[in-house]
């Protein structure tokens, strides 16, 4: 869906802010604290029902006001998602001016993705950055994953517990009160694992193609699936997951914690075989997050059969004019783009496409 207007209250740092954005192409300049991100993270919100930041609900309302809203109209249908705070925590959405049970109901709505700063964690960061993506993408289109992962991790949560205890009270034959709990971590983890592989299967090839064109350079990007346990098929997950817990029980009790399973994965993302985390460059590797969240986007488009909403905030620094020159050109072809950025982009100027300046005031300028 595309959106076409945006009119936030009392959020961030905008008390009243009515806007209206370009299909294709929307650049939004302006001074460090200006609020370029809080107008990304607004649109953010309408695709998601929450901040892309581990902010408190309450955070986002006006320092002087005790409610806000984000209203968006979509252009191609005739849909408008509206989300309000209230200073107490709570939120509430509603489409077309009816509540919505769950927020969740918000998703594949306004399908977005969003590129910052904190993406290069994806390649540089530690292994969780790389399962929130998979977390993250998996969840927007296959709402029995979202259930698997709470079931995942509760059990993770409870079996760490009776681990501590039985190694505390040095309860002979103990594995068999994990029984249960280990049942529900190869059931669940299993889903997830597959869901994950086939996810990666899917977003490989258009990655690698993402970054070839971004980087104009012969260079070779790999990303591989690297599961906590080795497993001999897909099939066999579920019997060789069983088998890895029996195996290292006795590990798993001398320290107290599950040691297999999905929430150990990781991805390991090589440039011609070589590690990206350990030997890629600033640039090199934004380009490769880039990638991989480009490719997600474009598996959206496919579930969701709109295109998706691209939030690049300020994610031009680290890369060359070559590169960013190719990522302005890219952008807009998977989705209507917003580009936030504290310096005008030489590359921008001429450009279909609307450019807003953010003011130090507060007042946003359409300049083109
Ligand atoms: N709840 C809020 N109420 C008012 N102002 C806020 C609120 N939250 C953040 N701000 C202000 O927003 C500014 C940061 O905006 P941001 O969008 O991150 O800037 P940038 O343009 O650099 O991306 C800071 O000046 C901060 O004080
Ligand atoms: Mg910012």
Redesign the pocket.
Known sequence: MILREISLR?????LKLNLRFDNRLNI?I????????????SIYILGFGRSPWATLN????????NW?TITGHAKDRNIEVKVKFLSNGHKKAEVNNKTVKSLSELLGLFTETLIGHEEINLVRGAPSYRRKLMDMHISQIDPEYVQCLNKYNKAVTARNKILEKLKGDGVVGGKVLLESWNDILVQNGAYIIRKRKAFLDKVEKQCKEFFSFLSNEPEKLDIEYSPSFEYSSVEAIEEDYHKKLNEKYSRELRYSNTFYGPHRDDLTITLDSRSMRRFGSWGQSRAASISILLASAQLLEDFYNCKPILLL??CFTDLDEIRSRRLFELAPQIGQTFI?S?KPLSFTQNTDGFTYK?HPSGVVERMQ
Do not use: H, M, T, W
């Open positions: 009392n959020f961030r740092n905008y939004i302006g001074s460090n604290g200006v609020g370029k991100s809080n107008l990304l993270e309450r955070d986002v309302i006006n320092f002087n006001e806000s905030d300020d936030s504290p953010i």
